[in-house]
């Protein structure tokens, strides 16, 4: 456990404005807060679904909300992986499998669960089951990232 | 104009929370995911529940509500139908999130803080996705209009 390093409270009130996000967006403009989907109907990968100028604005947005913590309260870790093979392994994986399963840890994860989303559920379970099996492989194998 | 501001702010908030809650962080990520380390990371735990709870009470006022507040209808996904593509997607979606500790919304709010290797994984996630739209081009996905609740 690692319980020092952790953040309950920054975890909790971040959750906290992330929920917020996904509740505007779902009783405002009537659709799923989902990263992976936006994304895709932002760079034009995916046709129909979220109009483009939303998607577009609502991607847009993440860097600039990361920005004003940042300017709020110094700077943001972002220990990434060293290995390129890993940044390039990892997002092509990551890109695939979530237009295939339809989504990712926003949508499944925040968005569906919270609806209580049989599909989201299960999508929820499995991808969590697979980045815990992936993580401990990895530890097993002596592979780092 | 008002549907797109509405957008960007959603958009911003979740970037603030990514970046207050230490999702954008690769390292932490991967730390709640390794059980077997001996320093595992509960933080991402703490993040879902408070995300879900705001949207638990969304999902309630969405109920009495006809048409979301700034559009016409609601357009949501269906929540039914267990299929081969959601659980291997998903499936595939874990492991890439297990290498990297990257999933598409930090990885996006990154592209500013650690603009190089953000930037490399979203390059790459990107390929993912053209890659899956030219290997199982789906039959062109229309959004589920959603059946009025009972």
Known sequence: ?????????????????IGLAGAIILLGLGRIAGVSGMVARATGIASGGTPWPIASAFILGLPLGALLVAFAFGPIATRF???????????????????????????HGVCGLSRLSPRSIVATASFMAAGFATVAAMRALGVTS | M?????????????GAGLAHSGMSDPARVRAFLDLFGGAWDPTLAFV????????????????R?????????????????????????SVLFGIGWGIAGLCPGPAIA?????????AIFV?????????HRLLLAPPAKQPHLETPHV
């Open chain 2, 110 to 118: 990154d592209l500013v803080i650690a603009p190089v290797p953000a």
């Open chain 2, 48 to 63: 879902m529940v408070g995300a879900i709870l705001p949207m638990a009470v969304a999902w309630r006022i969405r109920r």
């Open chain 2, 123 to 131: 390059a790459a996630m990107l390929g993912g996705m053209i890659l």
């Open chain 2, 65 to 89: 509500l006809d048409a979301p507040i700034a559009d016409t209808s609601f357009v949501l996904p269906a929540t039914t139908g267990i299929t081969r593509s959601l659980i291997g997607g």
């Open chain 1, 81 to 107: 992986p060293t290995s390129v093979t890993a940044l390039v392994l990892g997002g092509l994986i990551v890109g695939f499998g979530t237009r295939m399963g339809s989504g990712c840890t926003s949508g």
């Open chain 2, 2 to 14: 008002r549907r797109v501001l509405i957008a960007l702010l959603a958009g911003v908030l979740f």
């Open chain 1, 1 to 17: 456990m690692n319980w020092t390093g952790a953040m309950p409270l920054a975890g909790l009130t971040g959750g906290l404005l």
